[in-house]
């Protein structure tokens, strides 16, 4: 087997591999201010969503396994905010550290600066995300606030960051 890593469109027959690796994000990180992973079906409904509405949803496979994905969405639903995206990024806990962030970012950005797409946001839960801030300003993403206690999960108060990339 190769062990090349591909950055492509997500599938449906995807969405096994993608809900895993949100239902552990939900469980035991705070990237998610979710606290109840959702099944896979609500998963598809969510893919769909996205794509039918012409946004890219990207999976980092290797070795034939998905590790990791990633999608822009519109960042808000009124009108205005038609040029604005807020991108995701969830990679398998064992592949965490290992590039498939970025893999995964830069292909998300450029895609969505090819729809027209003039902002992108990173909406982080929890400040404490060392890894997201690095990841998202590495790229070129600025901080812009940080909502403070805004969440509740694991018995604590999490901050929200978000940041902003033109």
């Given amino acids: ?65 998905v590790r990791g994905y990633a999608y822009a969405n519109a960042y808000r639903p009124r009108p205005a905010y038609r040029y604005t995206v807020e991108d995701s990024i969830y990679v398998h806990p064992d592949w965490q550290g290992k590039g498939v962030g970025r893999a995964l970012l830069v292909p998300l950005i450029d895609h969505c600066t090819r729809l027209g797409m003039r902002q ?29 206690s805004v969440g509740f999960k694991h018995g604590r108060w999490l901050d929200q960051v978000l940041m902003q990339k033109p």
């Fill in 1 to 65: 087997m190769s062990n090349a890593r591909v950055i492509r469109a997500a599938t449906p027959d995807d969405l096994e591999a993608v809900t895993a690796i949100y239902a552990h994000a939900v469980r035991f990180g705070t990237a998610s201010f979710e606290v109840d992973p959702p099944p896979q079906s609500e998963m598809l409904e969510r893919y769909r969503a996205i794509v039918d509405k012409g946004f890219p949803y990207l999976v980092a496979e290797q070795d034939g396994q």
């Fill in 120 to 148: 992108m946001i990173a909406v982080i839960g929890d400040s404490q995300s060392a890894g997201s801030r690095a990841l998202h300003h590495a790229l070129g993403f600025e901080l812009i606030g940080i909502a403070r």
